[in-house]
């Protein structure tokens, strides 16, 4: 067991019926914060039960990701004997997470009468009501349009939108705990993935850009708008990024290469101030020019780490192969990973939640539960509301 601090927000009790990323990973980050989570699944679990990828025996290692530290109840919840359970769940535990559709006996209005200081997160798609996900929402914010390098859009295989969305569900679920200790009334927050989008491209500044400007960045391929990066293909035919962002940075790409003399020519020629980023950012393809046949002649573990002996920033690029077998920080060597026995998956490293507390990790992280293995526990317990213990 490593050396770990208690979880903050142990005593606080979440339900959870949802599916797929942003929702499950907002209940997670809760419960790896100490919270007790009680995932709600249609018996048979819910749409996302068998999603890939899968282990060899056919367990959903996507399922069992987003769900770790977590307790699983399944229920006929188009019954109305599991709509009643899964009510007297919600009302003891005091606060609930979802992404369906809150109608009927999961609205708010309805929930709320069972427990006056409800606090209840509903996740949806569009903010006009409509249903989206990550991939359809992306597809509107722009950034296809410049990602990759040539004439057609390109999806971000990272679910960013679900993520955020996720940390912003955490996030607003603490809020109104805090409030609801101070205030003692709870409250319906609702969240449109759609906005998630669209308040991280305005924070980005890229609506005020088109606003400003009339105008906006287009692909750059691997290029670093507003200031000097670039990807290099070396010897090995490995690639590496480099950035550069800032002076010292600019100087030591020189020092590492040897090419100080040459780059310092391009500042005249193109008539731009190098000791800027956007100067270099100007001037990006000549910079290109004069240090692209450096790499090609080292190997990328050469390339960086004479950059890094310099102090310029540089990465190798790696498959997720490489990250998990040879990357140390990919490793128990990293504080953020324990190691954990996920049933039907096997033994696994898993992280904590990155978040450290005067510089300590939280609690080991906990396999996820097997679909349902919780419900005879949950259903038994004397505090549920309205429902004898059972012998």
Same mark, same amino acid.
């Given at each position: ?7 903050p927000?142990?005593g606080?009790k979440?339900?959870e ?16 914060l ?5 995932? =709600?699944d249609?018996i ?5 039960a *068998?999603?890939? +990828?899968?282990? /060899?025996?056919?367990t959903?290692? #996507? ?6 530290g977590?307790?699983?109840?399944t ?8 709509q009643?359970?899964a ?10 997470i979802?992404n369906?559709?809150a109608?009927?006996w ?12 409800l606090?209840?997160?509903?996740l ?6 409509s249903p989206?996900?990550?991939?359809t ?6 950034f296809?349009? =410049? ?8 999806? *971000?295989?990272v +679910?960013?939108? /679900?993520?955020?969305?996720?940390? #912003?569900i955490?996030n607003?679920?603490m ?5 609801r ?7 319906e927050i609702t ?6 989008m669209?308040a991280?491209v305005?924070?980005?500044?890229y609506?005020?850009e ?13 290029g670093?708008y ?7 293909e070396c010897?090995?035919?490995r690639?590496v ?5 800032s002076?010292?940075?600019?100087r ?6 040897g090419?100080s ?7 005249p ?5 190098l ?14 020019a004069?240090v692209?046949?450096?790499f090609a ?19 190798g690029?790696?498959?997720f192969e490489e ?6 920080r ?5 504080p ?5 026995d996920q049933?039907g998956?096997?033994?696994v ?7 450290r ?6 609690a ?23 429902r004898?213990?059972?012998?």
């Open positions: 067991m490593s050396d770990t601090r208690p979880a927000l142990t606080l979440i339900v019926i949802s599916a797929f990323v942003a929702a499950p990973l907002g209940s997670m980050t809760l419960a790896q100490g919270a007790d989570v009680i995932r =709600i249609p048979g679990g819910n749409i996302d *068998n999603r890939w +990828p899968i282990s /060899d025996d056919g959903s290692i #996507y399922w069992a990701s987003l769900n770790k977590k307790r699983s109840v229920l006929d919840l188009k019954s109305e004997e599991g009643k359970i009510t007297d769940l919600i009302a003891e535990a005091g606060t609930l979802t369906l559709p109608r009927g999961l609205s708010y209005e309805n929930l709320k009468q069972h427990r006056e200081d606090v209840m997160l509903r949806g798609g569009w903010h006009d009501g989206a996900v990550d991939y929402v992306n597809a509107a914010s722009g296809p349009t =410049i990602t990759g390098d040539d004439e057609h859009p390109v999806n *971000n295989a +679910p960013a939108w /679900d993520v955020a969305a996720g940390l #912003y955490s607003g679920i809020a109104a705990e805090l409030d200790r101070s205030s003692g009334k709870g409250q969240l449109a993935l759609s906005d998630v669209l991280t305005g924070n980005l500044g609506i005020a088109v606003q400003a400007t009339g105008k906006t960045r287009g692909a750059l391929g691997n670093l507003g200031a000097y990066g670039q990807s290099f010897s090995d035919g690639q990024m480099v950035a550069v962002i002076n010292k940075h600019w030591g790409l020189g020092k590492a290469t090419l003399e040459k780059l310092e020519m391009i500042g020629l193109l008539d731009v101030d000791n800027t980023e956007g100067g270099r950012f100007e001037a990006r393809e000549a910079i290109d004069v692209r046949p450096w002649t080292h190997t990328a573990a050469d390339a960086e780490e004479a950059l890094k002996a310099a102090g310029v920033l540089v990465g690029f790696q498959s990250l998990v077998t040879t990357d140390p990919c490793s128990l060597e990293n953020l990973f324990s190691e954990i049933p998956v096997g033994r490293l898993a992280p904590r939640v990155p978040l507390f005067d510089g300590t990790p939280v080991d992280a906990k396999a996820a539960p097997q679909l349902g293995g919780d419900s005879e526990a949950v259903l038994g317990s004397p505090r549920l509301l309205g004898p213990a059972k012998a």
